[in-house]
């Protein structure tokens, strides 16, 4: 028995290497929101409130999870001028040492966001499932090539990330793969 049920795929030399023919590369800006969140409300006049704010620290560093936030007042969203983002928006931190640690997460809830995170929202019918910029985004390594000192991801950079784009159905069947990869290993 062989394996004559695969068709052949044919590949094509790309900058991330070869991929196959009806795969394109293309730069994460051009297919999603890439920004930031805004101040850290300071001084706990405005803690307490009902609106959750997400910070680098609450960002596991394991399992891709967001497992905590803080609880801001109206008043502290109004005067950082503050965005709230939607559920399913993909984080990771962008300034300070913890751009080393390659954290990746989802929002499980709407939320507004420090300015030490990066945020990334899929913009375009290509890349209809946030699922797939995120498997994507857990395997980049954006620090690799920071010096020591104070490490900045600037969003124009970010925005430049090359990234594999395969056919609608491909990244939903990528994305689903990775996804039960991942809850295995939580289970486990």
């Not at 009806?22 to 929101?33: F, K, P, Q, S, T």
Request: glycine share 6%.
């Amino acid at each position: 028995m062989g394996f004559e049920f695969f068709e052949e795929t044919r590949l094509r030399d790309t900058e991330l290497g070869p991929l196959p023919e009806d795969w394109r590369v293309v730069r994460l800006g051009e297919v999603a929101e890439v920004s930031s969140g805004g101040s850290a409300p300071q001084g706990s006049v405005y803690y307490g409130g009902k609106n959750k704010f997400v910070r680098v620290s609450h960002i596991e560093n394991t399992n891709f999870r967001i497992y905590s936030y803080d609880l801001i007042t109206d008043e502290a969203v109004k005067l950082h001028n503050l965005k709230l983002f939607p559920k399913g928006t993909i984080v990771f931190p962008k300034s300070g040492a913890s751009v080393y640690l390659e954290k990746r997460a989802r929002l499980p809830f709407d939320a507004y966001l420090v300015s030490h995170l990066c945020a990334v929202n899929s913009l375009d019918e290509r890349v209809a499932i946030q699922d797939y910029l995120f498997y994507v985004l857990v395997g980049a390594k954006l620090a690799a090539k920071k010096e020591s000192g104070y490490p900045t991801l600037n969003l124009s950079e970010v925005r430049q990330f090359p990234l594999p784009l395969p056919p609608l159905e491909e990244q939903k069947a990528i994305a689903e793969v990775l996804r039960r990869v991942q809850e295995s290993i939580e289970k486990t």
